[in-house]
């Protein structure tokens, strides 16, 4: 059984980090409690800091707290693997809710069927607000690029893992010398690195977590903008990456916004592209609506998905045009 060291920058997020240690404590293996872990929390000079959380869970956690100037989440978690003891370390975003059987399940793969590298998927929880949900249905449903993420064989090519729910072993880490960029796809960059030395790496398919993500519309919108800068920033370093479905977002954000400009060119083609824009609205709406057994999540998941596409599709612009200029 392999020792775990669970590695989770934060920064101004201590209720959060309270949920994720609760949920860890909670660990299960059969019918035993899994403590064969350690948690390492680094602070990236937060203002609002979760040391008095992290202190409320020393008898129930195996947990380290450090705070540190700010760096970034990359740099944060390479600060994390220095210190940590296990022989595989595993990292989770300080937004998360781990399920109770998690480690039994990774613990069990990695004795199946080793990887070197693994990423799991994410999910929502059933406490989530409903906006919540909307926007973990965009970015997890075919009707977005989301849908591409936690799948063994997709659109994009090679499966790489996200740092939201990514495990490495410690040779992994003396061999690559962990992230060589703190943002803009660090993890995307990290796990091409891993692939390129002959690494195992895979997807653990049972092994998700419960993510967060943004608790509103307009950070979703932010965080959007900047993985579709992240997408072009990592083409920079390796334009093979760069697929045709991840200009899809750009697309779809042209196409919207030369709606109103079709009307006065071509009324035919303008009734044509709403036609086909509505049906893309009630396909989200019933499919969300099914999968989260909510017409209001539904409508939601509209919201989500045109914030999603667009917020990516003008960081991808920004940041391939204009060079990331403003």
């Known amino acids: 059984m392999s020792r775990y060291s669970v590695i989770t920058p934060v920064y101004n997020r201590p209720e959060e980090v309270r949920e994720l240690l609760e949920s860890l404590s909670k660990q299960t293996v059969a019918t035993a409690a899994f403590k064969n872990f350690e948690v390492i929390i680094i602070e990236d000079g937060s203002t609002l ?10 008898e129930k956690l195996d947990l380290k707290y450090f705070f540190k100037p700010n760096s970034g989440q990359g740099f944060s978690r390479n600060y994390g693997f220095e210190r940590a003891r296990g022989d595989y370390f595993v990292q989770l975003d300080s937004d998360a809710i781990i399920p109770e059987n ?9 004795k199946n069927n080793w ?17 919540q949900k909307a926007i973990n249905y965009s970015m997890t449903s075919v009707f977005t690029t989301g849908g591409i993420r936690g799948k063994k064989n997709n659109a994009g090519g090679q499966f790489y893992p996200r740092s939201f729910n990514f495990g490495i072993s410690r040779k992994v880490w003396e061999e690559t010398g962990g992230y060589n960029m703190t943002r803009m796809a660090e993890d995307i960059e990290f796990s091409i690195r891993i692939l390129s030395k002959g690494f195992k790496v895979g997807l653990i398919e049972e092994a998700f977590i419960y993510h967060k993500r943004r608790t509103n519309f307009g950070q979703f919108f932010k965080q959007l903008h900047f993985f579709g800068r992240g997408r072009i920033n990592l083409s920079r370093m390796f334009p093979s990456e760069l697929k045709l479905v991840h200009y899809f977002p750009m697309l779809f954000t042209l196409g919207v916004l030369a709606i109103p400009i079709i009307f006065f060119i071509d009324k035919i083609l303008f009734f044509i592209a709403v036609f086909l824009l509505l049906i893309y609205i009630i396909m989200v709406v019933i499919d969300s609506a099914i999968h989260n057994k909510s ?9 989500a998905c045109f914030i999603q596409l667009i917020g990516y599709g003008f960081g991808f612009m920004q940041e391939k045009f204009l060079g990331g200029r403003k």
Not at 102 to 110: A, P, Q
Not at 115 to 131: E, V
Request: net charge negative.
């Open 49 to 58: 800091k979760c040391d008095e959380v992290c202190a409320s869970f020393q």
């Open 115 to 131: 990887l070197d590298a693994y990423g799991g998927p994410d999910a929502a929880h059933s406490s989530f607000t409903d906006i």
């Open 295 to 303: 017409l209001k999540i539904g409508f939601l998941s509209v919201i």
């Open 102 to 110: 998690y480690f039994e399940i990774v613990d069990n793969s990695l």
